[in-house]
C-alpha cells in the first residue's frame, strides 16, 4: 500500500508539473513514466546478475530511479527556480538526499535489494539526464549533460547485460519440481 501511494504521489506531481506552459510539457509525464520502468526494469535485471541464487520481488527499483531522478532534475533545473520557490526546491533537494540516505542504509537490512535499490537510482540519474538535459541554458553544461546521461545509461545496460548473459543459473533453481511428486 505505501509502495501505491508514494509511486501514485511522485507521478501526479510529474502530471500537475505537465500541466505547465513549458514547451516540452506534452513529453514530460511520459519521460517519467520512461524514468519509472527503464529504472525498475535495470534494477531487477541487476539483481538477477548479483544475486542469481536469490528471488528478489518489489518495485523498489522504480521508485529509487524516481528518486534519483527527481535530485537529477533538480539539479538540471536549479537556476531556473523562481524566487519565491527557493525555499521548496531546497527542501526538495534536502528532502530527497535524506531519503537516499535511508533507502541505502535499510538496504543493508535481511531481505531488502541493496542491488536493486543503487542500481534504479543511478539508471534514474542517468536517464533524467538524458531526458532533461536539454533545460539547461548553457550550451555547453546542456551537451556535456546529455551526452554524459547517455553514456551512463547505456554503459550501465550494456555492462550488466553482458554478465547476465554468461550467469549460468545453478541446477537446484532450474529443477522445481523433485520426482516423484511432478
Not at 554503459?155 to 554478465?163: D, E, F, G
Amino acid at each position: 500500500m505505501a509502495y501505491i501511494t508514494c509511486a501514485v504521489r511522485i507521478l501526479y506531481r510529474a502530471h500537475l508539473a505537465s500541466r505547465s506552459d513549458h514547451p516540452s510539457r506534452f513529453q514530460f509525464f511520459e519521460a517519467w513514466l520512461l524514468i519509472y520502468f527503464s529504472s525498475g526494469i535495470y534494477a531487477n535485471l541487476l539483481s538477477c546478475v548479483l544475486h542469481p541464487a536469490v528471488l528478489g520481488v518489489g518495485s523498489s527499483g522504480c521508485l529509487c530511479g524516481l528518486i534519483g531522478g527527481w535530485l537529477s532534475f533538480l539539479l538540471i533545473t536549479w537556476n531556473q527556480t523562481m524566487p519565491n520557490d527557493v525555499k521548496m526546491r531546497n527542501a526538495q533537494t534536502t528532502s530527497i538526499l535524506i531519503s537516499i540516505v535511508l533507502v541505502v542504509v535499510f538496504s543493508f537490512m535481511p531481505l531488502m535489494d541493496l542491488a536493486a535499490h543503487i542500481g534504479g537510482l543511478i539508471m534514474g540519474v542517468g536517464v533524467t539526464m538524458t531526458l532533461f538535459g536539454n533545460r539547461l541554458q548553457d550550451r555547453l553544461y546542456r551537451w556535456i549533460t546529455i551526452v554524459t546521461g547517455i553514456l551512463v545509461t547505456a554503459s550501465l545496460w550494456l555492462s550488466t547485460a553482458i554478465v547476465f548473459a554468461s550467469i549460468k543459473a545453478p541446477a537446484q533453481l532450474l529443477d522445481l519440481c523433485q520426482r516423484p511428486y511432478c
